[in-house]
């Protein structure tokens, strides 16, 4: 899944946290055959691993041999099988097999009852043929003794109709590195790693990450939580994060209640320059698994602003062992990764995940209501740079194509806010009693993670569960075209439209979306990027509108135009990296002068739109208010 999690968007590129999901199972298949692969990084050449593949006895003639096109979660052809070259195939004398090329993800193989192993190199993503096209967080990166991030998804194949046979994975590496994985081990050693799979599936859902020590591991309850950090500045330890990790967590399992039923869940995070990251377009996120995440983020965060990403991007992503974890279609439980037939109901795997990212620190004091108001306002607005009379349903079914692929952001701004609006519906009918979060608890008691639901079938069992209402509301809004009114259901908890004094993404920003500067053309002398907006900490440094801006901490700007953007991006998104007691300069022109002022960061915020609580509330939006936001 991808979740457009950015906190603006400019002429030219910035950072964009971006949110990726995996998802469920592969088809069934009786075979016993096993799978044995094995990874070498202890020689790597070129930026390349070699991999080798060798399946127990074959019994046909020919077979495919298949890296996916697409996984679970991603929503999008990734082509996995363009980081691998030089396939060969080999039979138990060493002799040569035929292998013939049918596209870039698979491979015919000759006289495949002959077969004893397949040999390929593998290139990482981190800066392989196109590999800024893959999201970091669900790339590979080979970074020889510092660090290896193992997404298998792009390293180990499958056998046409074998994803259901186990496999045995056999890892080589440096001395120096630990690996850091969900995935079970048979034996562990310095040099040499031994794990298994119970599928293809159990493989792909299980990413390793190989750094240097940096871990903690502890018990909540009835679950064991990791966490591993490769920080290349070594400034971020593992230790510092788990108090943040620990409550949250802790948050979201009295959310859940006795719906969450994971014995384990791992985090990886991976932490990159930002330089490095700028080949990635500044992409930051987390891929989902059953039972672990993989994280990027960039390395010069602080560690407020790191710790408030990771609740806000890893709770996400622990919100999926509700949904798909334990609902689910059939298109998901048996997902094709070189044939993908998608799910109509991104609105539940992506909407209602990233709803609860956000309800549950309100309903256990992770946050106070005007921030959770500022997040549902900002999802409003965000949602307006997509199509917002496209079909929810339709746009899902056909996510991984255009028209639709280009709207798939707005399962995290309106897919999020559907399940606010049923929310409050079934709030409203139930008496307080129920809301969207019963409902999931109930399919997820009645499918579990073995039962696929029928994918034309679920809205009829959900509006059987609740009420006529809730029937309309699919009907008019998921379902059809009919865009939504949602100050309607804000008005029903006794919210409206006013003016807030909200808290900024960052010091350049003069509201939650828009920088303090806008490009303009000036005669003869070319683009610049002229202040048209203020917040309280530069207004406090004597920055005027009309002032044109030059320079950041001592950071000039280039010429502003498309061809350095990059040299742009690397002048302002510093500034997200800074915490309330940094100590800056802006420079300025003013009236053909040159000024720096200087000031701190402190925390920037303005007056602006947004949520805010009607003081003329009835009793009844007061009640409904409450149970919606802490029942």
């Known amino acids: ?80 099988g363009r980081f691998a070259e030089d396939l060969k195939a080999f039979d138990s004398k060493g002799n040569s097999l035929t292998v013939t090329a049918i596209d870039q993800n698979s491979w015919k193989i000759a006289g495949a009852k002959k077969l004893q192993r397949i040999t390929y190199w593998v290139n990482d993503t981190f800066d392989g043929p196109d590999g800024s096209e893959i999201y970091p967080m669900g790339g590979t990166s080979f970074d020889t003794d510092k660090t290896h991030l193992l997404n298998l998804h792009s390293m180990i194949g499958y056998f046409e109709n074998l994803k259901e046979s186990p496999y045995k994975l056999s890892v080589r590496s440096p001395k120096n590195l630990q690996a850091f994985t969900s995935l079970p081990s048979i034996s562990i050693s310095d040099s040499l790693d031994i794990f298994k799979a119970d599928r293809y599936f159990h493989i792909i859902d299980n990413p390793i990450m190989y750094s240097e020590p940096n871990a903690v591991s502890f018990d909540l309850d009835d679950i064991k939580v990791g966490l591993a950090i490769y920080s290349p500045s070594g400034k971020h330890k593992a230790t510092a994060y788990q108090p943040a990790i620990q409550e949250m967590m802790l948050a979201q399992k009295k959310f859940l209640g006795e719906s969450n039923n994971t014995p384990s869940y791992d985090i990886l995070l991976y932490l990159m320059g930002m330089d490095d990251l700028q080949y990635f377009g500044g992409m930051m996120g987390a891929l989902e698994h059953h039972t672990s995440t993989t994280v990027v983020f960039v390395d010069q965060m602080q560690p407020a602003e790191l710790t408030q990403n990771l609740i806000d991007v890893v709770s996400h992503e622990f919100f999926h062992t509700l949904t798909p974890l334990n609902v689910h279609s059939e298109e998901i439980h048996n997902f094709e990764y070189n044939t993908p037939l998608m799910s109509k109901h ?49 746009m899902s079914a056909g996510i991984v194509d255009e028209p639709y692929a280009a709207n798939y952001g707005n399962v995290y701004q309106k897919g999020a806010l559907i399940n606010m609006c049923l929310d409050i519906i079934i709030r409203e009918k139930s008496g307080g009693e129920k809301g969207i979060l ?16 029928q994918d034309a079938d679920l809205i009829d069992e959900i509006v059987a569960m609740t009420y006529p209402e809730v029937g309309s509301f699919f009907t008019e809004h998921i379902v059809g075209t009919t865009p939504i009114n949602y100050n309607d259901y804000f ?40 202040i048209t907006g203020l917040n309280s900490s530069l207004e406090s440094m004597g920055l005027k509108l009309g002032d044109v801006f030059l320079g950041l901490d001592g950071k000039m700007l280039p010429e502003i135009n498309q061809e350095n953007g990059a040299a742009i991006n690397g002048v302002l998104t510093q500034s997200f990296m800074w915490d309330a007691e940094k100590e800056f300069t802006i420079t300025v022109e003013r009236n053909s002068e040159t000024l720096t002022l200087s000031g701190k960061v402190g925390t920037p915020s303005a007056l602006m739109s947004g949520i805010v609580e009607d003081p003329n509330a009835t009793d009844t939006a007061l009640s409904l208010r409450k149970a919606w936001m802490f029942n």
Do not use: H
Not at 2 to 29: E, G, H, I, R
Not at 510 to 520: E, G, I, L, S, Y
């Open 491 to 530: 008005s029903k908890v006794g919210l409206v439209e006013g003016e807030t004094e909200a808290a900024l993404p960052a010091v350049i920003f003069k509201d939650a979306q828009n920088p303090v500067f806008t490009p303009q053309d000036f005669e003869d002398k070319g683009r610049f990027l002229v």
């Open 346 to 394: 991104l609105w539940m795997y992506e909407g209602t995940t990233e709803y609860f990212a956000n309800l549950f620190q309100i309903n256990q004091g992770l946050i106070d209501a005007p921030d959770f108001y500022g997040r549902l306002f900002e999802k409003v607005n965000y949602g307006k740079r997509y199509d917002d009379t496209m079909s929810f349903t339709e």
């Open 1 to 80: 899944m991808k979740t457009y999690l950015s906190k603006f968007t400019l002429s030219v590129s910035l950072v964009v946290l971006l949110t990726s999901c995996a998802a469920l199972k592969t088809n069934n298949s009786l075979s016993p055959i096993l799978i044995e692969a094995s990874i070498d990084l202890e020689n790597v050449v070129d930026d390349k691993v070699k991999i080798t593949i060798s399946p127990s006895a074959l019994v046909s003639d020919e077979i495919i041999f298949y890296i996916p096109q697409i996984v679970p979660g991603t929503y999008e052809y990734s082509n996995f």
């Open 438 to 453: 019963w409902v999931m608890k109930n399919l997820a008691q009645r499918y579990g993670n073995k039962k696929p639901f």
